[in-house]
T-cell receptor, first 113, second 112 residues
Framework: DTGVSQDPRHKITKRGQNVTFRCDPI?????LYWYRQTLGQGPEFLTY????????KSRLLSDRFSAERPKGSFSTLEIQRTEQGDSAMYLC???????????FGPGTRLLVL | DAKTTQPNSMESNEEEPVHLPCNHS???????IHWYRQLPSQGPEYVIH???SNVNNRMASLAIAEDRKSSTLILHRATLRDAAVYYC?????????????FGTGTRLLVSP
């Protein structure tokens, strides 16, 4: 299966620590999205890449959050100085150009203690 | 982004049809109606989308009202695997960047 993959699937960290998540999109997809989902809510958009360029950032993405996609392939999402409010599922999705469908990975579940 | 309204939850029995409603009274002429679903502990997955005409695929059917202010996702024979949260999402045609704006969706419970 060559779907979207995310690593790790689960992460437990202590408040104040930094964490980094990785997303590997479907290989020919040039668009990559990050979303965050808290319990009982639908996913919320965080940021979007077209190839290596980060073209859109939500106001949800505070200064403690940074995302990269250095070679237009995989992407990383780093959270610095984690807070308990950062506990959520972090979802990655990819698509090809303006193709309507976004394909989601299984998510990384973060718990900040 | 135009808003959608869905019931919080619905229940069905296995092998019966399920009709999941969505209201989008402020839909514009260039908004496509998309449905995604999210199985437990998984990321969302695409189900179907349409603009004006009813649409069918291997997963479901989408019935769109003539005035486009509402739509219904139809699962013809529910299985236990269809238990999920179903999201109705409007996406504007050809605006380039296309983030998905999710609501809280409808949680479908399927009983054997």
């Amino acid at each position: 299966d060559t779907g979207v993959s995310q690593d790790p699937r689960h992460k437990i960290t202590k408040r104040g620590q930094n964490v980094t998540f990785r997303c590997d999109p479907i290989s020919e997809h040039n668009r990559l999205y990050w979303y965050r989902q808290t319990l009982g809510q639908g996913p919320e958009f965080l940021t979007y890449f077209q190839n290596e360029a980060q073209l859109e950032k939500s106001r949800l993405l505070s200064d403690r959050f940074s995302a990269e996609r250095p070679k237009g392939s995989f992407s990383t999402l780093e959270i610095q100085r984690t807070e308990q409010g950062d506990s959520a599922m972090y979802l990655c999705a990819s698509s090809f150009d303006r193709q309507e469908t976004q394909y989601f990975g299984p998510g990384t579940r973060l718990l900040v203690l | 982004d135009a808003k959608t309204t869905q019931p919080n939850s619905m229940e069905s029995n296995e092998e019966e049809p399920v009709h999941l409603p969505c209201n989008h009274s402020t839909i514009s002429g260039t908004d496509y109606i998309h449905w995604y679903r999210q199985l437990p502990s998984q990321g969302p997955e695409y189900v179907i989308h349409g603009l004006t005409s009813n649409v069918n695929n291997r997963m479901a059917s989408l019935a769109i009202a003539e005035d486009r202010k509402s739509s219904t996702l139809i699962l013809h024979r529910a299985t236990l695997r269809d238990a999920a949260v179903y999201y109705c999402i409007l996406r504007e045609l050809n605006t380039g960047f296309q983030k998905l704006v999710f609501g809280t969706g409808t949680r479908l419970l399927v009983s054997p």
